[in-house]
């Protein structure tokens, strides 16, 4: 991959000039889809633009006895993360891309959780502190499974490198993986039923209670990015390999649709639960699934 | 730079977040905002969302008589909400102390400690009656900008209005 298009992906297609509008787009569908749930008739089309045009043009007030410069970095690095995240998601067909890609990317995707944590902590508000507790217990038991959902398709497949996968057609050990994914996706969008960590009024707004004005805003695009980046990680291992580059853009996008969707219907249809029944969940439901995955994967590459 | 202006003043109309605190209320106008953000009234269509924290709101809706012990409180979460902000006065308590007037526990009504831009009387007042307070508040915000909050001199606004109000 050469620098130009490096900067193609990063810049153009799937990264920011693409991400950004997807990310709002994403953001309305779930605030839609919990609406129509709801049996109400939800925000405008536009309502995630006009929040983060309004967030930015609010002001920052000043917040005594705390590092302000820290406060400001988190969530410009959770962005540029994300950003980058999305950026490696190898969607167009034969685009180049690096051995070792996938292990970046998944890096990557764990910035913005651990910005979270810091922003939690570095604001100095009690609320801030035990939303980041939260998040750090939830991000260690959700982690275990998505990484071995994970290293499991990468192991089935022999490689990692994101466009090899894409290309190699999916097993049934793959759809297994896939779905491991999935059930750790809402622990990583810090939707219901596990919203522990930003626990709406229940804990004020947990790590981001002290953020106000463009800071907020970049927390928002941040989190709408983190929805882009997972769905198509989800998106490109699902999407059958395809030849023509518009119809690959096409299967991406229609598929992380449909990925938001099924979340924010998952979402508005379940009421959040309690920490030690989330940790339990993954560490005793879930991580039986991943270990059989990760197991049956390795044995395959053992007898071949 | 125009233009980004009128975005903006568009932006901050349409994106009302509130904050809700109660300074001594009897629960009624609390029960009413509830039910302004349930489904049967949907406030969310034009754009309204409860925050938790006041640092991510726009709009403070105050309700109740404002007690003693509550003017230190509002003149906190008021200082702490970012500018620009605008403040909705929800039920007759903070407007004139309602039936509680000449309470030795009161220190009210509201405007005497912060600066309120609209009025929603009523004994609880009616849902859409707060639907219409928040987005008035929200385009005498928008309308406002960055300037400074309504001081005692400009004239708060009251919803409904008495012509619109039905017999």
């Known amino acids: ?162 466009e090899a996968l894409a290309a190699l057609p999916a097993s049934p050990l793959r759809w297994l993986g896939i779905v491991a994914l999935l059930v750790c996706l809402p622990a990583k969008l810090h939707i219901n039923p596990f919203s522990l960590p930003n626990a709406e009024q229940e804990i004020y707004s947990g790590p981001l209670t002290e953020y106000a004005g463009p800071e907020l805003a970049m927390w928002e695009l941040s989190h709408g990015l983190e929805w882009v980046a997972a769905t198509g990680l989800v998106a490109t291992l699902a999407a059958p390999h395809l030849t023509l580059w518009w119809l690959a853009v096409l299967v991406f996008i229609t598929l992380s649709f449909v990925i938001v969707l099924m979340l924010s219907t998952l979402a508005s249809a379940t009421a959040r639960l309690a920490i030690d029944t989330t940790v339990r969940f993954y560490w005793q439901c879930t991580l039986i699934f991943a270990v059989l995955a990760i197991s049956s994967a390795l044995f395959m590459r053992f007898r071949s | 730079m125009k233009l980004w202006k009128r975005l903006m003043c568009t932006c901050r109309r349409r994106s009302p977040w509130l904050f809700h605190m109660n300074s001594g209320s009897c629960n009624g106008c609390d029960i009413e905002i509830i039910a302004a953000l349930t489904p049967r009234y949907d406030a969310e269509q034009v754009g309204v969302l409860l925050q938790g924290s006041p640092r991510h709101a726009d709009i403070l809706c105050v309700t109740g008589p404002v007690t003693r012990n509550a003017v230190g409180a509002i003149k906190t979460v008021y200082a702490q909400v970012p500018g620009p902000k605008a403040v909705v006065a929800i039920g007759s308590c903070p407007a004139t102390t309602n039936v509680f007037i000449d309470s030795r526990t009161l220190d009210g009504p509201l405007n005497r400690h912060i600066p309120v831009d609209v009025f929603v009387p009523g004994c609880p007042p009616r849902p859409d009656a707060i639907i219409q307070g928040v987005a008035k508040a929200a385009e005498i915000l928008a309308a406002r900008g960055n300037n400074p909050p309504a001081t005692a001199k400009a004239e708060p606004v009251t919803v409904p209005a008495a012509e619109e109000v039905q017999p």
Request: a positive charge; glycine letters at 8%; one cysteine or more.
């Open chain 1, 1 to 162: 991959m050469n620098l130009t298009t490096a900067l193609a992906r990063l810049l153009v297609f799937p990264g920011l000039l693409f991400a950004i509008p997807a990310a709002w787009f994403f953001l309305w569908v779930e605030r839609k889809a919990v609406a129509l749930m709801q049996g109400r008739i939800g925000p405008p089309f536009m309502q995630p633009f006009f929040d983060f045009v309004k967030l930015l043009g609010k002001d920052v007030p000043t917040r005594e006895g705390i590092g302000g410069m820290l406060m400001k970095a988190w969530p410009l690095l959770a962005v540029s993360s994300a950003a980058g995240a999305v950026a490696l998601l190898p969607v167009l067909p034969a685009q180049g891309g690096f051995q070792g890609d996938l292990i970046l990317l998944l890096a990557l995707l764990e910035v913005p959780s651990m910005c979270i944590i810091a922003a939690g902590f570095s604001s100095r508000s009690i609320f801030g502190e035990i939303g980041s507790a939260r998040e750090a217990v939830v991000s260690v038991s959700y982690n275990i499974v998505f990484l071995i959902a994970i290293l499991s398709i990468a192991a089935s497949q022999h490689t990692f490198r994101l």
